[in-house]
């Protein structure tokens, strides 16, 4: 009798200890939670191409040559300037390079009273700039942070349009330099809001004027303030970022 009633207190035993174990959670079950995938950050590698407006102040210094016809004098200037750009940037981990072109439509002009005498007029106007650049930056996400730097092309047009007899002057076309930076923000995937700042230098140019021969030597230097907006093409990655 004993007997029996040990086996039966063993037997209730284990089968109240499998039971327990059954309802433990397997050591092998997968985690009943994941860790979040962290979002992936903007990829500004890729083509692009937008519009751009703003402001833009240069100096123009009018310099004797020849014979003391006149004083010296400048004709600064301000006025519109607006256009379009387009370029390509490579992204490589978080540093940015990139190249990029720009046309502008100028506005700026500005006169002045030729060498102090009274009742004359003369004008520098410029209608148009244009550059192309080399980019370096520093991606943080969707921002971008960048300096910029290459060649530059103008056209400038050197008057004096009172009084009669007026004159007029060649060595508009020109070819200088650049520096400048700016700051770009990926509002979505594709577009693109930014703001740049440049500095242009397009050294001198010597010429006479027609039909007086009057020789002068023009010396001019720009800055421009320009808001923009571009469009990226390509999907929400744009491409590939390097990692090294």
Sequence with gaps: MRKHLLL??????IASGAALAADLPS????????????PVAFNWTG????????????????????????????TDGDGFVGGGFAGFNYQMNQFVVGIEGNLEYSGIKGSNTCSGIAGTVCRTSQSWIGDLNGKLGFAADRALIYATGGVAFTDYSFTNPSPAPTQAWGAGSRVGWTLGAGLDYAVTNNWIAGLSYKYYDFGSSTSNSTPAGTNVKFRETESTLLARIGYKFGGPAGGVVARY
């Excluded at 039966?8 to 035993?13: G, M, N, T």
């Design 8 to 13: 039966s207190v063993a037997f209730s035993a």
């Design 27 to 38: 050591r092998s079950a997968p985690p009943a939670f994941s860790e979040p995938i962290a």
């Design 47 to 74: 083509f692009y191409a937008g519009l751009n407006a703003g402001y833009g102040w240069n100096t123009s210094g009018w310099r004797n040559v020849a014979a003391p016809v006149f004083t010296n004098f400048n």
